[in-house]
Structure formats: C-alpha cells, structure tokens
C-alpha cells in the first residue's frame, strides 16, 4: 500500500486516498482524493504530474503566515481556496529555530504535549470546526465524477491528517485502515524528518530539544487518540460528530460516496 506514496522529492508527504476499502466493500477512486505537505518548492515536472491527475480544486489550511512565508505554486488545473484551521499556526511550523530550543530544550516531551494539545484543539475549537465544515461545504459543491481534490497544510500531516480522518470516516473506510493512513505520514516524511535532525544534532541540539523536534515533525497513535478521546466524549462517536459537529447530513455522507467511491 505505500505505492500510494507519490514520486514528489521537491516536497513530501504526498499521497493519495485511492484504492482504500470500505466496510460495505466499495473502494476510493484512484486519483479523485489527495493528501499533502505544502506546495512551495515543487518543480515544474512535478507540477505536471500533478496536473496530469486532473486536479480541479486545492484546499490550503495554512495559517495566513505560513501561506505568506512559502505560498503554494501554482496546479494550473485547479482553483484555490485558503480555509485555516487555525488563525495562528499552533503546530510550530512558523516558529524559528531559536524560539523552539528556548522552548524544548529542556522539556523533552514538550512536543508531544503541544501536539495532543493541537489535536484537542482542532475537534473542539468552534473556528477550526467552521473550516472543516467548509471544508466539507467544498467537496460536497464541487463534487463532480472526473473531480480530483488536493487537500494539505505544512507537513500534510495534523490539519491534514484530521481532514483525511473525518474524510475516510464519512467514506465508510475501517477504523484500522483509517489509523494506517494517518500513520503514514511517518513513512512519507521519513528522510524530510531525518535531514531536520541530522542537522540539529550538528549544531550539538540538546537530546530533549531533538526529542521534542521528533515529535513535532511526526505523528503518533497518541495525537489521534487525544482527538478521539475529546470526540466519544462529547459526541459519542466520529460519526456522530461527523453530523452534529460539522453538519454532514446522511443525504450529504451518501452524495460523497456516489462521487469518490467505485
């Protein structure tokens, strides 16, 4: 399954959903539903190969600084459309080098805090769930049989990730095969995450400030299952929160298994 991984060195953790099962034994149509870290550096080759793909919509969450710091080049086939998760970047991707050490270099498991934090955040903050719901909003306007969607952030990792999640979910996708995908993310970031801290180590990082880099830049089963804890709590279940938190009714759920399911 980690074919689905795409050939993209300019950037990283680009994937896509396709080929995924479904419990009522459908399966997610090829090239319809990407996932992926920003689009700044990407070569024109790459660009083609996107485009090839007949993507026609790209959603940016990236915060307003992190879209300015590196902002997207440009999929010709497709319109664009910024929906922030957070007003402020709160996974750290804006923040300096300088401003992360004075913050983890002594707390070792300082990111890994800050990110089950982030993904509380995410399923409980009345402004990240409104962009979701956009989010959603989009997908549902725009669906269309030969429409391909690229949805991403920074690292395509944590606002993407719980785009993917709540995307899956509402596919009918099983929550083991669900897990995988999030996970995956650690596969497709692997040597972007090893460079990162290779080059720390260099500049003699402190082993807690590394610790907390890891963390940072990857995720953990323990950042989704803050989420989920903070879901089943309040809602019962995903998807329950999938139509009381973000407005998915069951005409909605079924119009998106029409357009991206086989």
């Not at 090839?52 to 010709?76: C, G, L, N, Q």
Request: proline share 3%; hydrophobic share 35%; with cysteine.
């Amino acid at each position: 399954m980690v074919s689905r991984i795409l050939p993209i060195k300019n950037g990283y953790n680009f994937r896509e959903l396709g080929g995924y099962q479904t419990l009522d034994g459908r399966s997610i149509k090829p090239h319809r539903l990407f996932r992926t870290g920003n689009l700044a550096n990407l070569s024109k080759r790459e660009l083609v190969l996107l485009e090839s793909y007949h993507i026609t919509y790209v959603v940016d969450f990236r915060s307003p600084m992190e879209r300015k710091k590196a902002p997207d080049k440009k999929i010709t086939t497709a319109s664009y459309e910024s929906l922030p998760i957070f007003k402020e970047d709160a996974t750290q991707s804006t923040a300096s080098e300088a401003e992360l050490y004075e913050r983890y270099t002594n707390n070792p498991l300082g990111g890994q805090q800050q990110m089950r934090q982030v993904y509380r955040e995410m399923v409980q903050d009345p402004y990240s769930i409104g962009m979701y719901r956009q989010f959603f909003e989009r997908l549902l306007t725009e669906a269309d049989p030969q429409q391909a969607v690229l949805f991403h952030c920074t690292g395509g990792k944590d606002r993407t990730g719980m785009a993917a999640y709540y995307l899956l979910n509402a596919l009918g996708v099983p929550e083991d095969v669900i897990q995988y995908d999030y996970l995956l993310s650690n596969t497709a970031s692997r040597e972007h995450v090893a460079a990162r801290i290779k080059t720390l180590r260099q500049k003699d990082a402190s082993s807690g400030f590394l610790k907390s880099m890891h963390a940072l830049m990857s995720v953990d089963q323990s950042y989704l299952n803050a989420a989920e804890r903070i879901i089943n709590e309040d809602y019962g279940s995903t998807q329950a929160y999938l139509q009381q938190a973000l407005g998915l009714t069951t005409q909605d759920i079924e119009h998106l298994k029409a357009v991206y399911l086989d």
